[in-house]
């Protein structure tokens, strides 16, 4: 089975053809100068179109089209709800009719974090188990369930997705969904600049002198010795492995999966919030397992077949 498959960041798009568990061919779009979605769909149709040729496929060939989109969605009637700042015309477009006019195939969308799911499901790390939680750590936070071999969904379309929205400090920071203290809005790269100069000693730091601080600069000068840097890793690391044991007292899985841009420095992520995770989570029946991701950014490109197919 071969699908076309879409990965729809905030600037940037993966477009793909891919089967079960391979990616055939891929290309990667900015969508910076795209004015709303409407303004990235020409786009994204003709990144398809040559990503099909260089697979050696017609597009016809294909069973559909999944879309993995950075917000919202209604699965059932192929619709996006609700966009969180990004895409703000989406909820108006008739994605299904665009799909058909445009390659004259079936078209899904799902979440993005859910789709990545099914890709490490299919192909990655959680293949062979029924019971998984991911969770996402990057620009936002992502927290998605699978329970008995199926996303959770819920009957607005918010249950199980809404994993980096879970609070980890009360009386925390403002975050985008409009709580405070949300995972994401204590330990994201979006908030990681508020929360390294919440630190003492920030201006004396290595940290107060680059450019763009995000994590890689965090976890590389903490390790020449970097006390402020060190201190904000260290946090972090405590948010997401609170943010873990949440999600997994909600969810009830057996396999935890990590994945994100983060996870480059999973050496020192993974065995955190394992460690975490298997001290303090209630599981009476055993120890949840806990997996970085395989797939990396192709994880939501290869969950387009089990999206197609059903899931």
């Not at 999973?266 to 599981?283: G, K, M, R, S, Y």
Request: aromatic share 6%; glycine share 14%; with cysteine.
């Amino acid at each position: 089975m071969k699908a076309l498959a879409v990965d729809l960041g905030g600037s940037h798009a993966a477009c793909a053809v891919v089967d079960e568990e391979r990616v055939l061919a891929r290309e990667t779009v900015s969508l910076e100068a795209a004015r709303g979605l409407a303004g990235a769909l020409p786009i994204l149709a003709a990144a398809l179109g040559r990503a099909a040729l260089a697979a050696g496929v017609r597009t016809s060939d294909c069973e559909g089209l999944a879309l993995g989109f950075c917000g919202l969605v209604d699965p059932s009637a192929g619709r996006v709800l609700s966009t969180n700042m990004k895409y703000d015309d989406a909820p108006a477009i008739d994605l299904g009719r665009w799909c058909h006019a445009a390659f004259g195939l079936p078209f899904r969308i799902e979440n993005d974090a859910r789709l990545a799911l099914l890709g490490e499901r299919a192909a990655g790390a959680a293949r062979g188990f029924d019971d998984v939680v991911m969770m996402t750590l990057g620009t936002g936070v992502g927290g998605v369930a699978m329970i008995e071999g199926r996303l959770l969904r819920g009957k607005h379309f918010q249950a199980g997705v809404l994993g980096g929205h879970l609070v980890a400090a009360f009386d925390g920071r403002p975050c985008t969904c409009g709580g405070l203290g949300c995972v994401e809005a204590e330990a994201s790269t979006w908030s990681l600049p508020a929360v390294a100069r919440a630190m003492p000693g920030f201006d004396g730091s290595a940290l107060a002198r680059v450019a763009r601080l995000d994590f890689e600069t965090v976890f590389a000068a903490a390790a020449r010795g970097d006390a402020v840097a060190a201190a904000t890793r260290d946090r972090c690391l405590r948010v997401w492995a609170a943010g873990a044991v949440s999600m997994v007292h909600a969810w009830d899985p057996e396999l935890l999966v990590v994945g994100g841009g983060v996870m480059r420095r999973a050496a020192e992520v993974l065995p955190a919030i394992e460690a975490h995770v298997h001290a303090h989570a209630w599981t009476p029946w055993g120890k949840v397992g806990v997996r970085a991701a395989a797939l990396g950014g192709e994880a939501a490109l290869l969950g387009a077949t089990a999206l197609l197919r059903g899931a």
